[in-house]
């Protein structure tokens, strides 16, 4: 069973930065995709942003030019490097990896809490 594992969550004030870290526990060039997640309370759980394994890449339009995904193949990790946090921000952050195609299955991490104060 594939185990991803997130950290790098805390709380920031706003302007400031943090860098989540998604560690999988197989090789990530197994995966068509990783991406990140974001669930606030009361809200539905909203793409933030996805790397595809060609190297492509997505973002909501709230986070555009603010946040960076990446990921290092050697490590098996994936990141979301974000930068100018604002309070909307706060969220628990997950880790997403897909594999397949014709029957795509979802592997997902057990979150990690970003707050952002003003």
């Known amino acids: 069973q594939v185990q991803l594992v997130e950290s790098g969550g805390g709380l920031v004030q706003a302007g400031g930065s943090l860098r989540l870290s998604c560690a999988a526990s197989?090789?990530?060039?197994?995966?068509?995709?990783m991406g990140w997640y974001r669930q606030a309370p009361g809200k539905q759980r909203e793409l933030v942003a996805v790397?595809?394994?060609?190297?492509?890449?997505n973002y909501a339009d709230s986070v555009k030019g603010r946040f960076t995904i990446s990921r290092d193949n050697a490590k098996n990790t994936a990141y979301l490097q974000m930068n100018s946090l604002k309070p909307e921000d706060t969220a628990v952050y997950y880790c997403?990896?897909?594999?397949?195609?014709?029957?795509?299955?979802?592997?997902w991490g057990q979150g990690t809490q970003v707050t952002v104060s003003s």
């Open positions: 197989e090789s990530i060039f197994s995966f068509n995709a």
């Open positions: 790397i595809t394994n060609g190297g492509t890449t």
């Open positions: 997403n990896a897909v594999r397949g195609v014709f029957r795509p299955t979802d592997y």
